[in-house]
Nanobody, 118 residues
Framework: QVHLVESRGGLVQPGGSLRLSCAAS????????MGWYRENEEKARELVAA???????YYDPSVKGRFTISRNNAKNTVYLHMNNLKPEDTAVYYC????????????WGQGTQVTVSS
């Protein structure tokens, strides 16, 4: 059993930046893919960004060029660097660890709220 704990999100002004982290209770080396999902009142949970162990990454078109996902296996931590945040990025963000594809099953964090508003 692996527990994933996201860092606290928060309130950010449009155009601002925020870094989320996801710390795993165990090694993340064994996971094929680590990812970040988000959901809000308007949209069901959707994949934002994911990173496979071989280095291949995926980004939703709405965040490409603004968000960057990275992983530090030595610290068992995954990060989501978010720049130029927009109000439509407002959502609860979830960390995910999975063994296949681009994730979506496996283990989940508890979620952290990110609100982009002036």
């Amino acid at each position: 059993q692996v527990h994933l704990v996201e860092s606290r999100g928060g309130l950010v002004q449009p155009g601002g930046s925020l870094r989320l982290s996801c710390a795993a209770s165990g090694s993340i080396i064994s996971f094929y893919v680590m990812g970040w999902y988000r959901e809000n009142e308007e949209k069901a949970r959707e994949l934002v960004a994911a990173l496979r162990s071989g280095g291949l990454s995926y980004y939703d078109p709405s965040v490409k060029g603004r968000f960057t996902i990275s992983r530090n296996n030595a610290k068992n931590t995954v990060y989501l660097h978010m720049n130029n945040l927009k109000p439509e990025d407002t959502a609860v963000y979830y960390c995910n660890a999975d063994h296949s594809g681009w994730g979506g099953s496996g283990y989940w964090g508890q979620g952290t709220q990110v609100t982009v508003s002036s």
